[in-house]
T-cell receptor
Framework: DAGITQSPRYKITETGRQVTLMCHQT?????MFWYRQDLGHGLRLIYY???????DKGEVPDGYVVSRSKTENFPLTLESATRSQTSVYFC?????????????FGPGTRLTVL | AQSVTQLDSQVPVFEEAPVELRCNYS??????LFWYVQYPNQGLQLLLK??????LVKSINGFEAEFNKSQTSFHLRKPSVHISDTAEYFC?????????????FGRGTSLIVHP
């Protein structure tokens, strides 16, 4: 049981194009997160969601849009991709469930913007 | 606001030697502390966590970390490393109060184990 999946795993696009990265969970965790990982910067939070229809900005939200109409899905859209958005994107789920407090990460999407 | 500092970006070590990866945090309230590991081309996995109780927490693969409130630290240690421990390690903190659950990650420490 993967629990959290991301698609696509790899994506190459061109500057100015719209790109959507998908994140799906099967575990019904309340919180979902999008991070980007870049060398020298570690993990930086882009957006997060505490529940369906509740989203909020993280550290680096500019150029990204999210939505969460269903608890299990949390897509991330780059409305007009730029080269600076070349990165590895991780979706994570988490929350205080059953006395546990931790995050579970997806396998990541490697995005290249040419 | 909370913050996390991982003092070393890279730690090279020989196989079977001990290692310590340092993590310091800053917060005005009580915190939960985590160490995550990331193997090449994979997502992060929880290695161990401190929520409450004993300040010394251990993982199933020989790592341990000790919560030191006075020094605001949560250093990760292993007495004897293996080649397979080569990975990126992230320290994270989330604040207990307020019902929010937004962890903050350090920039990561790359552990490189040489034969």
């Amino acid at each position: 049981d993967a629990g959290i999946t991301q698609s696509p795993r790899y994506k190459i696009t061109e500057t100015g194009r719209q790109v959507t990265l998908m994140c799906h969970q099967t575990w019904s965790h309340s919180y979902m997160f999008w991070y980007r990982q870049d060398l020298g910067h570690g993990l930086r939070l882009i957006y997060y969601s505490a529940a369906a229809d509740i989203t909020d900005k993280g550290e680096v939200p500019d150029g990204y849009v999210v939505s969460r109409s269903k608890t299990e899905n949390f897509p991330l859209t780059l409305e007009s991709a730029t080269r600076s958005q070349t990165s590895v994107y991780f979706c994570a789920i988490g929350g205080w469930t059953g006395g546990k407090n931790e995050q579970f990460f997806g396998p990541g999407t490697r995005l290249t913007v040419l | 606001a909370q913050s996390v500092t991982q003092l070393d970006s890279q730690v090279p070590v020989f196989e079977e030697a001990p290692v310590e990866l340092r993590c310091n945090y800053s917060s005005s309230v009580s915190v939960y502390l985590f160490w995550y590991v990331q193997y090449p081309n994979q997502g992060l996995q929880l290695l161990l966590k401190y929520l409450s109780g004993s300040t010394l927490v251990k993982s199933i693969n020989g790592f341990e970390a000790e919560f030191n409130k006075s020094q605001t630290s949560f250093h990760l240690r292993k007495p004897s490393v293996h080649i397979s421990d080569t990975a990126e390690y992230f320290c994270a903190v989330s604040e207990v109060a307020g019902g929010s659950y937004i962890p903050t990650f350090g920039r990561g420490t790359s552990l490189i184990v040489h034969p």
